[in-house]
Structures are given as structure tokens and as C-alpha cells.
């Protein structure tokens, strides 16, 4: 794969969560790219084949219309 097969169109929205809304603790997905910063609190996400545990200052790069959940703490 080449950067010219790559298609790199993301949505940026800054929102700050304690807790996540239902529909996002459920698998979904998104036709543009997430890009996840945590900045307080804890966040646990699941993606196929895919887990992660993020903590303040770490961050996750999900890709479009890739199917995910999480949980916020």
C-alpha cells in the first residue's frame, strides 16, 4: 500500500466526556476517521481484533467505517 491508496479525510470535534453516551458503548462506526486524545479519565475501546486502554495524554487513531465501542471512566 502507497500513500496514494490511502484516503485520509478525518472529522476533528473536540468534546470533553466523563462518560460516554450509550449508543457509543455499542459497536459502530463512522464514515470519516476518529481521532481520540484522552485528556482526563480513562478510556477502554474495543475495534475487531483490536482492545485498548487509554489514560491522560494517550491517544488512538480509528480508521473510517471501522466498527468500535467504548467506555469512558
Given at each position: 500500500?502507497s500513500?496514494?491508496?490511502?484516503?485520509?479525510?478525518?472529522?476533528?470535534?473536540?468534546?470533553?466526556?466523563t462518560?460516554?453516551?450509550?449508543?457509543?458503548?455499542?459497536?459502530?462506526?463512522?464514515?470519516?476517521?476518529?481521532?481520540?486524545?484522552v485528556?482526563?479519565?480513562?478510556?477502554?475501546?474495543?475495534?475487531?481484533?483490536?482492545?485498548?486502554?487509554?489514560?491522560?495524554?494517550?491517544?488512538?487513531?480509528?480508521?473510517?467505517?471501522?466498527?468500535?465501542?467504548?467506555?469512558?471512566?
Amino acid at each position: 500500500m502507497s500513500f496514494v491508496d490511502l484516503d485520509h479525510t478525518a472529522l476533528v470535534v473536540e468534546r470533553q466526556l466523563t462518560k460516554l453516551p450509550e449508543a457509543e458503548r455499542h459497536a459502530h462506526q463512522h464514515p470519516f476517521g476518529q481521532f481520540v486524545l484522552v485528556k482526563n479519565g480513562v478510556l477502554h475501546g474495543n475495534a475487531i481484533e483490536q482492545r485498548w486502554l487509554l489514560k491522560p495524554g494517550m491517544a488512538v487513531w480509528i480508521p473510517p467505517q471501522t466498527l468500535h465501542s467504548g467506555e469512558a471512566y
